[in-house]
C-alpha cells in the first residue's frame, strides 16, 4: 500500500472522529453519563464495606477482583507463549 | 552472545540503585492501600531491578541471583495464590471470590477479612508479573539460547572479568 | 470555536490516532508497524483516563472519614476511579502483546534474512 493512498485513509478516519465528537461531554464536567451510574457507590462505599481508604485498590481487587484473575493469566500465558516459540531443542533432540 | 559491559560509572551506578530499588517495590506493594501502588507496579519495579543487573554486568550475573527453574515456579505460583484465596470461601458457603468468608479461618470480623484478603491477592499478582518480566526479558536477549551462552563461558573463560 | 477550547482533549487524542494509523499502514519495514500499533494503543488508553476527570476533584483517597463537620463523603469531591482500573488491565494486555510480537519478528528475521515487507512477500511466492 503506497503512502498517498494511507495518508488519505488516516485523514479520513481522522475526520469521522471529530464529527462524533461534537456530541461528546465537555472534558471535566461533573455530570457526564461516566460518572454517574455505579463510580458514586463505589466511592461512598468502600471506606465502609472495606476498610480501605484507597477506591482504585478497593475496586480493582474487590468488587473486580474476576477481571484481575484473568489478567493475571494473561501475563502468564505471554511468558509461557515466549518461551514456547523462542526455545529450540539442539541437534533436533527432544527434551524428555 | 551477552558481552560484558566494562563501565565503571555504570557499574557503580548499578551497585548503589539495585537494593534500594528492591526495598521500594516492596514498600510499593505494602503501602497500595493507602496510597497510589499495589502489585502491578511493585512487581514491575522489581523486575526492572534484575534487569539493570543484567545490562550493567553479565548476563550470568543476574542468572545466578534468580535461577531459571525458580523463576519458572514463580511464574505459576502466583495465579495460584490468586486461585486458591478465591476457593476457600466456596468451601465456607460463599461466592467464588467472596472475601468475607475468610474471617472464619482469620477470626476477624467479615469487613477486617475483605482488608485481608485483598493484601493476598495483591501479593499473588506482584510475584507473577515480576517472573514473567525477568523472563520474557531474557528470553528476548538472547534469543532463546539460554544454555548455549553459559557453555561458552566455561569454555572461553571469564575474559578477566572485574568484580 | 466553543467545539475546540471546551473538547480540546480530544484533539490531541484524535492526532495520536491518525498517526499511529498511518505508521501501521505506510510504512515498509516490520518494527515500524509494530511501534505505529504501539502508539495507537497508548493514545486509547489515555484517551479514557482523561474521561474521569472531574471539575475540582481531587485523588480518589478518602482519608477523613469523620471530617470536622460530620458531614458523609460526597461523590462530587473525587475523580472517577473506574477508568484507571480498567486501563491498568489494558496497559498489562500491552504488553503481554508486545513481547509476543517481538519473539515472532525475531523468528521471522531468522528465516528470512530480512524484515522488509515487500522482500518478505516475494520471498513467499517463490
Not at chain 1, 461528546?24 to 463510580?39: G, R, Y
Not at chain 2, 486461585?83 to 477470626?107: E, H, R
Not at chain 2, 526479558?137 to 566455561?154: I, M, P, Q, R, S
Request: aromatic fraction near 10%.
Amino acid at each position: 500500500m503506497n503512502k498517498v493512498s494511507a495518508l488519505i485513509i488516516s485523514v479520513i478516519v481522522g475526520l469521522l472522529l471529530v464529527y462524533s465528537e461534537s456530541e461528546f461531554p465537555k472534558w471535566s464536567d461533573p455530570n457526564q453519563p461516566a460518572s454517574l451510574h455505579v463510580s458514586p457507590r463505589y466511592i461512598e462505599k468502600t471506606v465502609e464495606e472495606t476498610k480501605v481508604p484507597n477506591a482504585v485498590t478497593s475496586v480493582l481487587a474487590d468488587y473486580r477482583g474476576y477481571d484481575t484473575m484473568f489478567e493475571t493469566s494473561v501475563i502468564f500465558t505471554a511468558g509461557v507463549a515466549v518461551m514456547m516459540l523462542l526455545r529450540r531443542p539442539k541437534n533436533g533432540k527432544r527434551p524428555q | 552472545m551477552v558481552r560484558d559491559l566494562n563501565d565503571i560509572i555504570v557499574r557503580t551506578g548499578a551497585r548503589i540503585l539495585i537494593p534500594f530499588m528492591q526495598i521500594y517495590s516492596l514498600y510499593v506493594y505494602a503501602h497500595g492501600h493507602i496510597s497510589p501502588g499495589g502489585g502491578f507496579q511493585g512487581g514491575c519495579i522489581m523486575a526492572a531491578s534484575f534487569i539493570l543487573l543484567a545490562v550493567a554486568y553479565n548476563l550470568h550475573e543476574s542468572k545466578r541471583r534468580l535461577k531459571e527453574k525458580r523463576n519458572a515456579i514463580f511464574c505459576s505460583l502466583g495465579v495460584f495464590i490468586f486461585a486458591a484465596t478465591g476457593l476457600v470461601p466456596v468451601l465456607f458457603a460463599g461466592n467464588f471470590l467472596d472475601y468475607g468468608k475468610w474471617s472464619k479461618v482469620l477470626f476477624t470480623d467479615p469487613i477486617m477479612a475483605r482488608y485481608y484478603g485483598m493484601a493476598f491477592i495483591e501479593l499473588g499478582v506482584q510475584i507473577t508479573v515480576m517472573a514473567a518480566m525477568v523472563s520474557i526479558f531474557l528470553d528476548l536477549v538472547t534469543a532463546g539460547k539460554h544454555e548455549e551462552v553459559f557453555e561458552e563461558e566455561k569454555i572461553n573463560g571469564d575474559n578477566g572479568r572485574q568484580v | 470555536m466553543e467545539i475546540m477550547v471546551g473538547k480540546f482533549n480530544y484533539w490531541i487524542y484524535i492526532i495520536l490516532i491518525m498517526v499511529g494509523f498511518y505508521g501501521m499502514m505506510a510504512k515498509n519495514n516490520l518494527m515500524k508497524k509494530l511501534i505505529g500499533m504501539n502508539i495507537f494503543q497508548w493514545s486509547i488508553i489515555l484517551y479514557y483516563i482523561s474521561i474521569g476527570a472531574k471539575k475540582g476533584g481531587t485523588v480518589p483517597i478518602i482519608m477523613d472519614t469523620h471530617s470536622a463537620a460530620g458531614q458523609a463523603i460526597r461523590a462530587i469531591d473525587y475523580i472517577n476511579p473506574l477508568p484507571h482500573v480498567l486501563m491498568l488491565t489494558a496497559i498489562v494486555v500491552g504488553v503481554a502483546t508486545t513481547g509476543i510480537a517481538l519473539a515472532l519478528l525475531i523468528i521471522i528475521y531468522k528465516k528470512y534474512g530480512t524484515l522488509e515487507e515487500d522482500e518478505i512477500i516475494e520471498a513467499l511466492k517463490k
